[in-house]
């Protein structure tokens, strides 16, 4: 489990408060950026050369979303968010990558940290961060890679489809909120189909590849809750927000998203419990084998104690030993130790040890 594209930079030690510092790894050469501007009467969407393009739609009547892919320029972050009035600590938790999902109401715009989780070719989660802002007319989206999970949300927009060019700039910051937590259900089918797979895995054939599964699905949900539990905090906060920035009719699409983020947290606690019963199984299973192992090596070694006394007696090198002399002597040994054998493994039978 890791972030998109490679590990962490530390932040520079020593520097004041809201000194703009990528913490993280650049994931893009340059930074790009994409504006869609619209009312329920037109549309306009353009990837622009300059951050000063973006400036005239600060103060439209229509919505405004600016897209950022590539947040390692500071000189994009800076001169974007400082035309859009935000506060450069704000702007330094853009640029941080490391910043939880949280929720702050700034007054003129409200302030989201998302983590988009998705699984990799390899069967790997990682996870990419979303800086959210939204104010009167305009929402700011900050991402380090470029795709993602909106263009359903896009192409809503482009063909007018619902309600969506009809509502604010509240109503699509929730459609994006939206998207990414519709996300994580299908991110959780995945892995629930993998829960099942190790559950019929640990019934049929259970070995030592099992138990690097059952702990690799273990971290995984652990590396979920840690990125999905902060977030509904934040959507709950959103929630309550007492602002004029989120419309009443809105209210209730963001009790939608906080239900469903609800599920997801349960589905991941109700995945956490089921691989700690699989990972108790499994545990029961080697220890029950390993005691099978073990009673019949016993039972071997029980069998043998008097047999090996037997030929031990025999074995010794005395110079006078009467049995020794008997013409049938050997015979009769070899059948005294195979009675004994026959007679423990009849008891065993008896009492059921074998």
């Known amino acids: 489990m890791a972030d998109r594209g490679g590990g962490k930079k530390l ?3 020593g520097l004041s408060p809201g ?4 913490v993280g790894e650049r994931k893009v050469e340059k930074a790009r950026i994409t504006v869609i501007d619209y009312d329920a009467e037109s549309f306009y969407e353009k990837v622009v050369d300059s951050v000063e393009e973006c400036y005239r739609f600060r103060d439209t009547s229509t919505v405004t979303w600016i897209n950022v892919d590539g947040i390692h320029d500071p000189d994009v972050i800076g001169r974007l968010g400082g035309r859009f009035g935000l506060h450069p600590l704000v702007l330094e938790d853009i640029m941080n990558t490391t910043q939880r999902p949280k929720m702050e109401d700034l007054g003129e715009a409200i302030y989201l940290v998302l983590k988009m989780v998705e699984t990799t070719p390899d069967g790997d989660l990682s996870t990419e961060q979303m800086s ?17 999970i909106f263009d359903p949300v896009r192409e809503r927009i482009r063909r007018g489809q619902g309600r969506i060019r009809k509502m604010g700039p509240d109503y699509l910051a929730y459609s994006l909120l939206d998207a990414i937590v519709d996300d994580y259900f299908v991110m959780m089918e995945g892995l629930g189909e993998r829960v099942e797979a190790l559950e019929d895995e640990l019934i049929a054939n259970p070995d030592r590849r099992t138990l690097r599964d059952i702990h690799d699905l273990k971290g ?18 959103l929630e309550r927000a007492e602002t004029p920035l989120i419309k009443e009719t809105t209210d209730i699409y963001l009790r939608d998203v906080y239900d469903h983020l609800i599920q997801v947290i349960d589905n991941v606690e109700t995945f ?7 990972l108790d199984i499994y545990l029961s299973s080697v220890s029950n084998r ?6 019949v090596l016993t039972i071997i070694g029980t069998i043998f104690i008097p047999l090996t006394f037997i030929a031990g007696v ?16 050997y015979f009769v040994v070899w059948g005294i130790m195979l009675i004994v054998g026959v007679s423990l493994l009849f008891w065993f039978k008896r009492k059921k040890w074998l």
Request: net charge positive; hydrophobic share 40%; charged share 25%.
């Open 11 to 13: 932040p520079e030690t």
């Open 19 to 22: 000194t703009l510092v990528h």
């Open 132 to 148: 959210l802002i939204f104010g009167p007319n305009y929402v700011l989206s900050f991402q380090e890679l470029p795709g993602d």
């Open 220 to 237: 995984k949900m652990l590396f979920l809750r840690k990125s999905i539990w902060p977030l509904r905090d934040a959507v709950g906060r």
């Open 272 to 278: 956490r419990e089921m691989l700690s019963g699989i």
């Open 290 to 295: 390993m005691n099978e192992v073990m009673k």
């Open 314 to 329: 025999y074995g010794m090198n005395f110079k006078f030993m009467p049995e020794l002399d008997w013409r049938g002597g």
